[in-house]
């Protein structure tokens, strides 16, 4: 998308020259000259820890990550708490990320940008699992 939006930018610019697209002074030459492709992946993010609010926590943790720092100045902190955990519905849990395995939507729903996760919140019996996986600060 963004290839094609520099395209025509370059082709529409009034820095646009028929005769060397490309030329010295053009916008696609900036375009093309600056053009930086897909991002660098960290292998760790140390400097992270204590971002992501703690699921043992509740909606205390939600509060102090997302209500409190991250959405405070919305006007609508709890709309927007909201909104991004809705990502819940095509990710899952990974015990090498939370300590926790699996998804929280029905199997048929996984992957699936829908309300299957809002929904299982409300409409699901929840009971307490202890020591999930065997780690006594999971439960």
């Avoid at 053009?35 to 400097?47: H, I, L």
């Avoid at 102090?64 to 006007?75: L, R």
Wanted: with cysteine; net charge negative; hydrophobic share 30%.
């Amino acid at each position: 998308m963004i290839i094609l939006a520099e395209a025509v930018m370059g082709r529409t610019s009034t820095l646009y020259n028929p005769e060397d697209y490309y030329g010295e002074g053009t916008l696609a030459r900036k375009f093309r000259d600056n053009f930086k492709a897909g991002r660098v992946t960290s292998e760790s993010c140390n400097d992270k820890t204590g971002l992501m609010p703690n699921p043992e926590e509740g909606c205390a943790g939600l509060s102090n990550v997302f209500v409190d720092h991250i959405y405070q100045d919305t006007g609508m902190p709890w709309t927007m708490t909201a909104a991004i955990s809705g990502a819940h519905t095509i990710g899952s849990a990974k015990q090498e990320n939370s300590g926790y395995e699996g998804f929280w939507s029905e199997p048929d729903q996984q992957g699936i940008f829908n309300n299957d996760y809002y929904k299982s919140l409300l409409l699901k019996g929840w009971s307490p699992q202890l020591a999930v996986n065997g780690d006594p600060l999971k439960n």
